[in-house]
């Protein structure tokens, strides 16, 4: 086990950090809706638009970071749907992901019923932002991975 749960009660991390295997930025390849896609962040940006183009374009992007500022062009126009289906877009990336690699599925698992938050600074949707005050969007979402996945695992 990756945690001890008496020594730990939280776990942490940013969305946006690559280097950690549960961030929406991890560089982990997996295939959702016929593509094979670089990371949980090229899939979220690019499902924010109907254009197929420029979905692609997004999902070509060398880095999370640049498809995360492609999905915040005010040229393109969002699927009018977004804000309502936002959420489900990135849960479905993660669980995908979990999926394709066993070994990020058990670090959530192994995360046990630790609180999750992304500490993320600024954003007080998906993080926690700077009072930790934040919806924690991010960090719920994970948390119900681990628990559709530890699900599977009694069936």
Do not use: C
Not at 139 to 154: A, I, P, T
């Amino acid at each position: 086990m990756l945690f001890d749960e008496k020594e730990r009660k939280l776990l942490t991390l940013t969305r946006d950090d690559a280097s950690h295997p549960l961030a929406a930025y991890a560089k982990n390849d997996f295939k959702l809706d016929g593509f094979e896609w670089p990371s949980v962040e090229h899939y979220y940006q690019a499902m924010k638009f109907d254009d197929a183009e420029y979905r692609e374009q997004i999902r070509l992007a060398a880095h999370p970071a640049d498809a995360a500022k492609l999905g915040k062009s005010k040229r393109h126009q969002r699927r009018r749907d977004w804000k309502k289906n936002s959420i489900t877009y990135m849960t479905r990336a993660t669980y995908i992901k979990a999926r394709t690699y066993p070994e990020i599925a058990q670090m959530l698992l192994d995360s046990g019923d630790m609180e999750i938050k992304d500490l993320s600074q600024y954003d007080y949707f998906w993080g926690s932002g700077r009072d930790l005050r934040g919806e924690n969007a991010f960090g719920k979402m994970l948390m119900g991975v681990r628990k559709k996945l530890r699900e599977e695992l009694v069936k």
